[in-house]
């Protein structure tokens, strides 16, 4: 079959692409911006590429258009396809048809810690000579690839909130119809789709839906939110972990740069797994993925021997170069939770050493919204200095990050931001950078301003 991807060049859009080139379709597929590193990971897959959505491209006469989330009505090349009656399908359900219908499907969902729970899990499962298929909307340094077919029965995804398509505004998740789903947390996001939590919760309500009888849900044990997901029914299999659940870190040792910590099942050690990742974050993940592991066939004891190879997660505190002393590390975080997990796991990594300076691009939906400007400063509090982006959001920084004081700076022009940055930087600090996007590749940039600065010696 030749399947034609609208928007094949997002992370999800791109994995599907992956995936069906491996099932054995001709695929080819078009976006607005067509770029590295996804186009050469397409490429290289013999997948060819246009820029643009001209509705020329209908000569190309797919069997099938698979159209991404980020097309929308006046797209001219969907229009063409809907007055041309061509047939089309949602990445999502073209997913759960062809790939995910006779797999055992282990969904992670929640607002926080998809991508590394879903690259966690693929790991273990992998180092269990399962051979699972797996689409992850990061980049597992463990895997050369964030999506693959497979060749075992399990497959691994990254389950998302965020809806469909422009046709069908459900969750993505809804599609998958997983025998194992882990909820990791939930808060509100998404305030371009989503009113409020509630119609979030709704959302996860029906992703519960639809877990068989023999599935199981994992979740933390002190989540409201999820309290009230499940109060709405559950039909399956339900484990907990943290504080108060069935799935417990004991007798941990936090180091810098590493969790050592005794797994537990109602109370019975089953083995101490050594992460290479500090945080109370990472060792829920952890408890997450041991416990639907284990559900999949898994031994704890296998998982937990896995979870100490685990190598992480590209742009979870991912070190992008040092200068003088200096380090540029590179973060996902966008959301005021994780922009504040993100700098107490720094904190706890530098050991008390040297100052930690903040650098925000608000460049999520929810973030250009300014929904969660109040949790701003508060999020950022612990950092020594915070600089932040302010270009194409129509709400004031400045006054969000005030509370601050004059540890925060606000500035619209990129290159007088890093150049701002690197003046204030010393011997010991790390600038960490938190953005859901490329900011303009401000690290590379930050690292040639630190390296200039260094030949030039003091001034």
Same mark, same amino acid.
């Given at each position: 079959?030749?399947?034609?991807?609208?928007?094949?060049?997002?992370t999800?859009?791109?994995?599907?692409?992956?995936?069906?080139?491996?099932?054995?379709?001709?695929?080819?597929?078009?976006d607005?911006?067509?770029?590295?590193?996804?186009?050469?990971?397409?490429?290289?897959?013999?997948?060819?590429?246009?820029?643009?959505?001209?509705?020329?491209?209908?000569?190309?006469?797919?069997?099938?258009?698979?159209?991404?989330?980020?097309?929308?009505?006046?797209?001219?090349?969907?229009?063409?396809?809907?007055?041309?009656?061509?047939?089309?399908?949602s990445?999502?359900?073209?997913l759960?048809?062809?790939?995910?219908?006779?797999?055992?499907v282990?969904?992670?969902?929640?607002?926080?810690?998809?991508?590394?729970?879903?690259?966690?899990?693929?790991?273990?499962?992998?180092?269990?000579?399962?051979?699972?298929?797996?689409?992850?909307?990061?980049?597992?340094?463990?895997?050369?690839?964030?999506?693959?077919?497979g060749?075992?029965?399990?497959? /691994?995804?990254?389950?998302?909130?965020?809806?469909?398509?422009?046709?069908?505004?459900?969750?993505?998740? /809804?599609?998958?119809?997983?025998?194992?789903?882990?909820?990791?947390?939930?808060?509100?996001?998404?305030?371009?789709?989503?009113?409020?939590l509630?119609?979030?919760?709704?959302?996860?309500?029906?992703?519960?839906?639809?877990?068989?009888?023999?599935?199981?849900?994992?979740?933390?044990?002190?989540?409201?939110?999820?309290?009230?997901?499940?109060?709405?029914?559950?039909?399956?299999?339900?484990?907990?972990?943290?504080?108060?659940?069935?799935?417990?870190?004991?007798?941990?040792?936090?180091?810098?740069?590493?969790?050592?910590?005794?797994?537990?099942?109602?109370?019975?050690g089953?083995?101490?797994?050594?992460?290479?990742?500090?945080?109370?974050?990472?060792?829920?993940?952890?408890?997450?993925?041991?416990?639907?592991?284990?559900?999949?066939?898994?031994?704890?004891?296998?998982?937990?021997?896995?979870?100490?190879?685990?190598?992480?997660?590209?742009?979870?505190?991912?070190?992008?170069?040092?200068?003088?002393?200096?380090? /540029?590390?590179?973060?996902?975080?966008?959301?005021?939770?994780?922009?504040?997990?993100?700098i107490?796991?720094?904190?706890?990594?530098?050991?008390?050493?040297?100052?930690?300076?903040?650098?925000?691009?608000?460049?999520?939906?929810?973030?250009?919204?300014?929904?969660?400007?109040?949790?701003?400063?508060?999020?950022?509090?612990?950092?020594?200095?915070?600089?932040c982006?302010?270009?194409?959001?129509?709400?004031?920084?400045?006054?969000?990050?005030?509370?601050?004081?004059?540890?925060?700076?606000?500035?619209?022009?990129?290159?007088?931001?890093?150049?701002?940055?690197?003046?204030?930087?010393?011997?010991?600090?790390?600038?960490?950078?938190?953005s859901n996007?490329?900011?303009?590749?401000?690290?590379?940039?930050?690292?040639?301003?630190?390296?200039?600065?260094?030949?030039?010696?003091?001034?």
């Amino acid at each position: 079959m030749h399947i034609h991807i609208l928007g094949i060049c997002g992370t999800f859009m791109g994995g599907i692409a992956a995936i069906a080139r491996q099932a054995g379709h001709r695929v080819t597929g078009c976006d607005a911006n067509v770029y590295p590193p996804m186009s050469d990971q397409l490429r290289a897959l013999g997948i060819e590429l246009i820029e643009g959505y001209e509705a020329g491209q209908l000569a190309l006469r797919p069997d099938l258009w698979v159209v991404g989330n980020v097309v929308t009505r006046g797209n001219p090349l969907m229009e063409a396809i809907l007055e041309r009656r061509e047939r089309y399908i949602s990445g999502p359900q073209w997913l759960a048809e062809q790939v995910l219908a006779e797999r055992w499907v282990l969904a992670l969902a929640g607002t926080h810690g998809k991508t590394t729970c879903a690259s966690m899990l693929a790991w273990v499962l992998d180092r269990a000579g399962l051979a699972p298929g797996f689409l992850i909307g990061g980049v597992p340094i463990g895997f050369p690839v964030s999506a693959r077919l497979g060749e075992g029965e399990h497959f /691994v995804i990254e389950a998302d909130e965020y809806d469909t398509a422009f046709f069908d505004k459900r969750s993505k998740f /809804v599609h998958y119809r997983p025998r194992t789903a882990v909820l990791n947390n939930l808060e509100y996001d998404h305030a371009d789709i989503f009113p409020d939590l509630a119609a979030i919760e709704t959302q996860f309500h029906h992703l519960v839906r639809t877990v068989p009888r023999n599935g199981l849900i994992v979740r933390p044990a002190d989540s409201e939110a999820l309290d009230r997901v499940i109060a709405r029914g559950l039909w399956s299999a339900l484990e907990t972990t943290g504080p108060g659940g069935q799935w417990q870190a004991r007798d941990l040792v936090e180091r810098p740069d590493a969790s050592e910590f005794e797994v537990c099942f109602e109370g019975r050690g089953l083995g101490r797994v050594r992460l290479a990742a500090a945080g109370e974050h990472n060792r829920a993940n952890a408890l997450a993925v041991v416990a639907a592991a284990r559900h999949a066939g898994v031994e704890p004891s296998v998982a937990i021997e896995a979870l100490s190879s685990f190598p992480g997660v590209r742009r979870r505190l991912e070190t992008r170069g040092e200068v003088g002393g200096i380090g /540029v590390i590179d973060d996902f975080a966008h959301h005021p939770t994780a922009i504040a997990t993100t700098i107490a796991g720094l904190r706890a990594r530098m050991g008390g050493e040297g100052r930690i300076l903040a650098v925000l691009e608000p460049r999520s939906n929810t973030m250009k919204l300014g929904v969660m400007r109040s949790a701003l400063a508060g999020s950022l509090a612990d950092a020594d200095l915070v600089f932040c982006y302010a270009g194409g959001i129509d709400w004031s920084p400045a006054e969000a990050l005030a509370p601050l004081g004059a540890r925060a700076s606000v500035h619209e022009d990129i290159d007088a931001m890093v150049a701002a940055i690197a003046r204030a930087a010393r011997a010991g600090d790390r600038i960490l950078v938190m953005s859901n996007g490329g900011f303009q590749g401000i690290h590379d940039r930050l690292l040639d301003t630190l390296r200039a600065h260094a030949a030039a010696g003091p001034s």
